[in-house]
């Protein structure tokens, strides 16, 4: 075939895998198609299902793919049936069917040692079981009362069942069928019907092709996309996690050995921003990435992110990397198993952390080495809450601020603001109920606070630690196996477990209560002087941000910069 002979001739002049040849040939097909099923009718959505089905069976044909047909067919007719099932039990019957089904494929590949230079399907399962879970659990919020949903799964419930050429063009939407992105069922089917592209103005939008930014958004994550694919092909064989395992690796100096585990992830990370980025691009020309407008009226082209690389290679903490890796990967391990393993009325915990991590490490494949990368991430982001619920709190400037009436006439307060409703901290540039004056124009929120030095260096360390645990962790996602992970672990130092369980060891062994303590004891002493100086005439005092307890609530109120903690 023509793609045969091109993949071959690729490979002869870069060396790179013809499979994986084969697949970015595809990442760059999907920008002319993108711009023939944009042109598709609203009124037709049929033919928009049709389109996507036929061009993924036709990339499957094309990769030899002949049984990952078969697969894909029986993993999307099994759910079908499931999803018709008016129990409570249908989201966890789906998830169970689709993720055995995803799991035997992940152990043929092992059985018949296949290499992560072949693609084969579960690349492209690995999607659809990310979708058909979503849409299980979309089907069972749209038969729950409001009551019992969360804001999220309020937008996201699908109330009026699908067809089956809808479900169809679901599964097979072809930007996102071989490596994502994925997306909920309400988003695609607001795609295919135009209803996706809000009005502006009083107006409504009449077709996606006369928005603004869509082709040249498109085309930048095409652009990048294939920077990053180009750096890949240049290093990847130059620079890589195998070199860890030649002999002697191990007697250079230990600093240098740490440097180069950062250049070997950075390196292999590329291969998946540039897959993730042509993908996106080729979303957003069929329309799917359109996310409303932003405050000055421009388009927001970014509802098919999958990676943010910056913030992911600068992240000043592990919480911020992980909601930009993979995102969409993230968003429904978030909405499909750490919120649904929690039980109602409770907050997500180290169990729920865990289990979390456990699926995702199943998803990914049935590699050892996996497992290890997963296991040592759960440890690290337990470190990470523990360090931003215990230690960060004490580099914040104080939890309030005062102000003085600036004129006679401003009427004065003699109480502190009260806390905004559901513990959540003032957004600066909103006014607050029971603050005099802070509508029609004056508000009373300060800004947050500016980071004081010691604040920077925390967050320089964080990223600099933030990045190394990444590059450690990834280690046994390369290498595959448990003991070429273990023995690449142990050529590196060991540098990325101890980082982790030290701190682990300190919080476990005493220090977590010991710094909240300490916490609790300078929130006490703030509250003796606010009451000092609370009685002053024309003083208004700013509200602190909210007062919990909980160390796993923390981290979520001290965004802005302020601390929180409660007095009892």
């Given at each position: 075939?023509?793609?045969?002979?091109?993949?071959?001739?690729?490979?002869?002049?870069?060396?790179a895998?013809e499979?994986?040849?084969k697949?970015f040939i595809?990442?760059?097909?999907?920008?002319?198609?993108?711009?023939?099923?944009?042109?598709i009718?609203n009124?037709?959505?049929a033919l928009r299902?049709?389109f996507?089905?036929?061009i993924?069976?036709y990339?499957?044909?094309?990769?030899?793919?002949?049984?990952?047909?078969?697969?894909?067919?029986f993993?999307?007719?099994?759910?079908?049936?499931?999803?018709?099932?008016?129990?409570k039990y249908?989201?966890?019957?789906?998830?169970?069917?689709?993720?055995?089904?995803?799991?035997?494929?992940h152990?043929y590949?092992?059985?018949?040692h296949?290499?992560v230079?072949?693609?084969?399907?579960t690349?492209?399962?690995?999607?659809?079981?990310?979708?058909?879970?979503?849409?299980?659990?979309?089907?069972?919020d749209?038969?729950?009362p409001?009551?019992?949903?969360d804001q999220?799964?309020?937008e996201s419930?699908?109330?009026?069942?699908?067809?089956?050429?809808?479900?169809?063009?679901?599964?097979f939407?072809f930007p996102?069928?071989?490596?994502?992105?994925?997306?909920?069922?309400?988003t695609?089917?607001?795609?295919?019907?135009?209803t996706?592209?809000?009005?502006?103005?009083?107006?409504a939008v009449?077709a996606?092709?006369?928005?603004?930014g869509?082709?040249?958004?498109a085309y930048y994550?095409?652009?990048?996309?294939?920077?990053?694919?180009?750096?890949?092909?240049?290093?990847?064989?130059?620079?890589?996690?195998f070199?860890?395992m030649?002999e002697?690796?191990?007697?250079?100096?230990?600093?240098?050995?740490?440097?180069?585990?950062?250049l070997?992830g950075?390196?292999?990370?590329?291969?998946?921003y540039g897959?993730?980025?042509l993908s996106e691009g080729?979303?957003i020309?069929?329309?799917?990435?359109?996310?409303?407008y932003t405050?000055d009226g421009?388009?927001l082209?970014?509802r098919?992110t999958?990676?943010?690389?910056?913030?992911v290679e600068?992240?000043?903490?592990i919480?911020l990397?992980?909601d930009?890796?993979?995102?969409?990967?993230?968003?429904?391990?978030?909405?499909?198993?750490?919120?649904?393993?929690?039980?109602?009325?409770?907050?997500?915990?180290?169990?729920?952390?865990?289990?979390t991590?456990l699926v995702?490490?199943l998803?990914?494949?049935?590699e050892?080495?996996?497992?290890l990368t997963?296991?040592q991430g759960?440890?690290?982001?337990t470190?990470?809450?523990?360090?931003?619920?215990?230690v960060?709190?004490?580099?914040?400037?104080?939890v309030?601020?005062?102000?003085?009436?600036?004129?006679?006439?401003?009427?004065?307060?003699?109480a502190?603001?009260?806390?905004p409703e559901?513990?959540?901290?003032?957004?600066?540039g909103?006014?607050?109920?029971?603050?005099?004056g802070?509508?029609?124009?004056?508000?009373?929120?300060?800004?947050?606070?500016?980071?004081t030095l010691i604040k920077?260096?925390?967050?320089i360390l964080g990223m600099?630690?933030?990045?190394?645990?990444?590059?450690?962790c990834a280690?046994p996602?390369?290498?595959l196996t448990a003991?070429?992970?273990?023995?690449g672990?142990?050529k590196?130092?060991?540098?990325g477990?101890?980082m982790?369980?030290?701190?682990?060891?300190?919080?476990?062994?005493?220090?977590?209560?010991?710094?909240l303590?300490?916490l609790k004891?300078?929130?006490e002493?703030?509250?003796?002087?606010?009451?000092r100086?609370?009685?002053?005439?024309?003083?208004?005092?700013?509200?602190?941000s909210?007062?919990?307890t909980?160390?796993d609530?923390?981290e979520?109120?001290?965004?802005?910069?302020?601390t929180?903690?409660?007095l009892d």
């Amino acid at each position: 075939m023509l793609m045969d002979s091109i993949a071959s001739r690729l490979h002869s002049i870069t060396g790179a895998p013809e499979d994986q040849i084969k697949v970015f040939i595809f990442f760059t097909l999907n920008y002319p198609l993108g711009h023939l099923y944009i042109r598709i009718p609203n009124e037709l959505p049929a033919l928009r299902h049709i389109f996507s089905i036929f061009i993924s069976l036709y990339a499957l044909l094309e990769l030899k793919l002949y049984s990952g047909i078969a697969h894909e067919l029986f993993s999307i007719s099994g759910v079908w049936v499931l999803l018709r099932w008016k129990h409570k039990y249908m989201p966890w019957a789906v998830f169970f069917f689709a993720m055995v089904h995803l799991m035997y494929n992940h152990l043929y590949r092992i059985w018949f040692h296949l290499s992560v230079e072949n693609f084969d399907i579960t690349f492209s399962q690995m999607v659809l079981v990310m979708k058909i879970t979503t849409l299980a659990w979309n089907i069972h919020d749209g038969r729950q009362p409001d009551e019992f949903l969360d804001q999220q799964q309020k937008e996201s419930r699908v109330v009026q069942f699908p067809s089956l050429l809808e479900y169809l063009g679901y599964c097979f939407y072809f930007p996102g069928f071989l490596v994502g992105p994925s997306c909920d069922f309400h988003t695609y089917r607001a795609l295919c019907s135009g209803t996706l592209y809000t009005p502006r103005e009083g107006k409504a939008v009449p077709a996606v092709t006369v928005l603004e930014g869509r082709k040249r958004s498109a085309y930048y994550h095409m652009a990048i996309g294939a920077v990053n694919i180009v750096i890949w092909l240049t290093c990847n064989s130059r620079v890589n996690y195998f070199q860890v395992m030649q002999e002697g690796w191990e007697k250079q100096a230990f600093v240098k050995r740490v440097f180069l585990v950062q250049l070997m992830g950075i390196v292999q990370r590329t291969k998946y921003y540039g897959a993730w980025k042509l993908s996106e691009g080729a979303a957003i020309l069929t329309g799917l990435g359109f996310n409303g407008y932003t405050r000055d009226g421009k388009t927001l082209w970014n509802r098919a992110t999958n990676v943010n690389i910056l913030n992911v290679e600068f992240a000043p903490n592990i919480k911020l990397l992980l909601d930009n890796w993979n995102v969409n990967t993230n968003v429904w391990l978030r909405h499909c198993v750490y919120k649904r393993v929690t039980p109602r009325g409770k907050k997500p915990g180290f169990r729920s952390s865990m289990l979390t991590f456990l699926v995702s490490a199943l998803w990914h494949g049935s590699e050892s080495g996996y497992y290890l990368t997963f296991i040592q991430g759960g440890f690290v982001q337990t470190v990470a809450r523990m360090m931003r619920s215990c230690v960060r709190p004490f580099l914040l400037p104080p939890v309030v601020e005062i102000r003085r009436a600036t004129t006679d006439t401003e009427p004065s307060t003699r109480a502190a603001t009260p806390a905004p409703e559901d513990g959540v901290s003032p957004v600066p540039g909103t006014p607050i109920s029971g603050v005099p004056g802070s509508s029609g124009g004056k508000v009373f929120v300060p800004p947050p606070p500016p980071p004081t030095l010691i604040k920077r260096i925390y967050d320089i360390l964080g990223m600099i630690c933030t990045s190394m645990e990444l590059n450690y962790c990834a280690a046994p996602f390369i290498l595959l196996t448990a003991k070429n992970s273990l023995l690449g672990w142990g050529k590196m130092g060991w540098y990325g477990t101890w980082m982790s369980f030290v701190p682990l060891l300190f919080f476990w062994l005493g220090g977590r209560p010991f710094l909240l303590g300490k916490l609790k004891q300078r929130a006490e002493k703030e509250k003796r002087r606010l009451e000092r100086i609370e009685h002053l005439p024309g003083v208004v005092v700013v509200p602190p941000s909210p007062v919990i307890t909980k160390a796993d609530e923390v981290e979520e109120f001290v965004d802005q910069g302020w601390t929180a903690t409660k007095l009892d």
